[in-house]
């Protein structure tokens, strides 16, 4: 009778230990899940916002690639001018000044 309790106690005992490694491996594995997708949406992140730049670089790309594109842009930024051709700067009235 007392080697059957305390077979049945071993047995409670070893299914408790089981039970419990078993529930930290799960446990652990959830953790290492909720990080790893973390990661996985700063990722996704970085790669639209990579996304979104390459399409305005290409599309940059195209833009400039046309000469007139290019001669107007430099024209705009640097005030550049052709042999010829006048340039005209005007300057927008601020409104609380007076002329």
């Known amino acids: 009778m007392i080697i059957k309790s305390i077979l049945s106690f071993l047995k409670i005992s070893a299914l408790i ?3 419990a ?6 446990f652990n594995l959830d953790r290492q899940n909720r ?4 990661k996985v949406d ?5 790669a639209e916002t990579l996304e979104k730049e390459n399409r305005t670089l290409k599309e940059n790309i195209d833009y400039f690639g046309h000469p007139e ?3 107007k ?3 705009s930024l640097f005030n550049y001018r052709q042999p010829g ?3 005209m700067i005007i300057i927008p009235k601020k409104n609380n000044e007076t002329r």
């Open 17 to 19: 230990i089981v039970i």
């Open 73 to 75: 842009e430099l024209k």
């Open 21 to 26: 490694f078993l529930g930290w491996g799960l």
């Open 35 to 38: 990080r790893l997708e973390s």
């Open 42 to 46: 700063n990722l996704n992140a970085n």
């Open 69 to 71: 594109n290019l001669i």
């Open 85 to 87: 051709e006048k340039l």
